[in-house]
């Protein structure tokens, strides 16, 4: 029996689980200030351990960076203040006894989808969360690649034009145009076009409500088919092929699965990122590989965090 730990910035989830990802039990809680949730995270932690009908073989925790896998140290995540110097192995170790593994969010996913997911049978896969934020995993040759300071694959904060939609804390970023608030972003810059124009928006109605604009919203609205919903994630799409071809020409993978976003509204955003995929990256590169939406839906997390338990010392390189 393994215990995974998924830490967010509004909500946390211990779950009691197998190997296979099969969720024996599950608790979740909403992500108060450091101190609080810490204490529910060990005593939770505490009382899954000892409720256990097997014996807990290890823990595995799943969490925003920056952190240090290898000493097992949460290092100041922005979604998460206060969280400063966090040693949460130590901190579990010695409170149930039990070995505890440490793990970015987008690397837990990305073993997540490559063990049990849309990434089975694949060597070279790469994971994007695509969701709030927008964060890789790389699975290289078979095995999880972190890189040097536990800061591979943080693609999102690589810059895609010189102004734009603010995420990772840069204007013009590939989270600023491929995340949620990057989408809101974007419908917000849309809308005041229109109403500046003198013209209706199709996923809001006033100016006055333009801060209630949601990447939910708009993808409502262009599911719908308004066009003017739909441009927005015509922008989103052509970034995100654009990023992507990026990954593609470096790393030459076989296969791209795309979590969140891309797993609800694919729709949208297929056609036109392949369009720049096709035209921007390597043929050969372009033939061998495969974009796919996420299969572990919204239990991806939680399978995430029992990956890395499963998977202990062994997850990366």
């Not at 108060?32 to 810490?38: A, E, F």
């Not at 922005?78 to 966090?86: F, K, R, S, V």
């Not at 690397?107 to 994007?128: D, P, Q, S």
Request: hydrophobic share 40%; proline share 4%.
């Amino acid at each position: 029996m393994y215990l995974g730990i998924d830490i967010g910035g509004t909500k946390c989830a211990l779950v009691l689980g197998k190997k296979d990802g099969t969720i024996v039990r599950k608790v979740k809680f909403e992500t108060k200030d450091v101190d609080t949730t810490l204490n529910q995270i060990i005593e939770t932690a505490v009382g899954l351990c000892q409720a256990s009908p097997e014996p807990v073989e290890s823990i595995g925790v799943s969490c925003g960076g920056p952190l240090d896998s290898g000493k097992g140290v949460i290092l100041s995540p922005p979604n998460l203040p206060g969280w400063d110097h966090i040693e949460i192995n130590r901190l579990l170790r010695e409170a149930t006894g039990v070995p505890a593994y440490l793990c970015n969010d987008a690397n837990a996913c990305a073993l997540a989808e490559w063990k049990y997911g849309a990434g089975v049978g694949t060597r070279n896969m790469i994971f994007l969360t695509f969701g709030t934020g927008m964060g890789a995993g790389l699975v290289l040759n078979g095995r999880l690649y972190s890189g040097t300071s536990d800061m591979a694959g943080e693609i999102g904060h690589v810059r895609m034009a010189p102004y734009g939609p603010v995420g990772y804390g840069k204007s013009g970023s590939f989270e600023g145009f491929c995340s949620g608030s990057g989408i809101a972003q974007i419908g917000k810059n849309v809308a005041l076009e229109l109403f500046q124009q003198g013209k209706t928006c199709s996923f809001c109605e006033s100016m006055e409500k333009m801060n209630e604009i949601t990447a939910k919203s708009v993808a409502i609205a262009a599911r719908e088919g308004n066009e003017d919903a739909v441009l927005v994630y015509d922008i989103c799409a052509e970034k995100l092929g654009a990023g992507l071809s990026i990954l593609v020409d470096v790393l030459n993978p076989e296969r791209i699965v795309l979590g969140s976003i891309y797993m609800r509204d694919s729709a949208l955003l297929a056609e036109k990122m392949q369009t720049v995929l096709r035209r921007e990256c390597l043929p050969l590169a372009y033939d061998a590989v495969e974009v796919v939406p996420a299969k572990l839906d919204e239990n991806i997390g939680d399978i995430a965090a029992l990956t890395v338990a499963a998977e202990g010392k062994d997850w990366t390189i």
